[in-house]
């Protein structure tokens, strides 16, 4: 069974404004000076259209999480989290991006923005070691999340395994990968791309249960790539791929 889910607390004028879209948004505390700005305004109709408590302050930044909250913070009822066989089921052929361990909030949301912009709709997290889906992620996400089917697992390799059971291929991504990224023909079935953490990279674990591992070639001069820049590369990716050979976008 689901969890109860993510997102109680938001920040950043996308995001609260997508929450309040979806009709999650239960109280809201907003700078006065920026009640007079057309998009803050059409914001604060929507929220007393629907029912939300408004507040005005001369200053959110005491009550945000963030360092910019561009003067909005909500209370929401938590965005469900779904089982893995929703997951699975949220593109065909299924496309999931599995997350080993990113414990960077910031990293999680931008992954969560450039899969929503990719096409790529099923999104799997460990239950420990993961970042906090709350008010930082859901900033970066920029509403993201909202459009997603998020589903938490005991842990990432335990979601491997019932991702094989069912029919899903699982390719990781790794500089040492024996095959490139970019042409790779798996992405073209039901797969989940698996990524490691913040300058760990993949658990050995992980890294077990993998069907193939991927690189993406880059300059001698760079070590690495950022996390979030690698999963981006990968679901951009799956969606040329998809496109190319299966005559159609991802759906």
């Keep these: 069974m689901a969890s109860a889910g993510i997102g109680r607390s938001l920040e950043g004028f996308h995001a609260v404004r997508a929450a309040i879209d979806a009709g999650r948004v239960t109280s809201l505390t907003v700078e006065i000076s920026r009640t007079n700005r057309a998009d803050y305004a059409a ?4 929220a007393r259209s629907a029912g939300v408590v408004i507040e005005e302050v001369d200053d959110v930044r005491d009550r945000a999480t963030t360092g910019a909250p561009q003067g909005l913070v909500a209370a929401a009822r938590p965005l469900p989290l779904v089982p893995l066989e929703a997951a699975v089921a949220a593109n065909e052929p299924a496309a ?7 414990e960077d909030p910031r990293n999680v949301g931008a992954i969560a923005r ?3 912009a990719a096409g790529v709709k ?9 970042a906090s889906l709350e008010a930082t992620a859901f900033k970066a996400a ?6 997603l089917a998020v589903a938490r697992a005991k ?15 699982l390719v990781g991504l790794d500089a040492a990968g024996e095959r490139s990224l970019f042409g790779c023909d798996l992405l073209a079935e039901p797969v989940a791309i698996v990524v490691g953490a913040e300058g760990k990279g993949l658990s050995r674990l992980a890294s077990d249960l993998l069907d193939v591992t991927v690189s993406i070639p880059i300059a001698p001069e760079v070590e690495s790539l950022n996390a979030s820049v690698a999963a981006s590369l ?4 799956v969606s040329r791929i998809r496109s190319t050979t299966l005559g159609a976008p991802l759906q």
């Design 43 to 46: 914001l604060l109709a929507n």
């Design 114 to 116: 450039s899969m929503l």
């Design 96 to 102: 999931l991006l599995v997350l080993d361990h990113l």
């Design 155 to 169: 842990s990432t390799a335990d979601a491997m395994r019932r991702l094989r059971k069912l029919g899903v291929w």
């Design 122 to 130: 099923g999104l799997v997290i460990p239950e420990r070691r993961s």
């Design 234 to 237: 990968a679901l951009f990716e």
């Design 142 to 147: 920029a509403g993201a999340f909202e459009e």
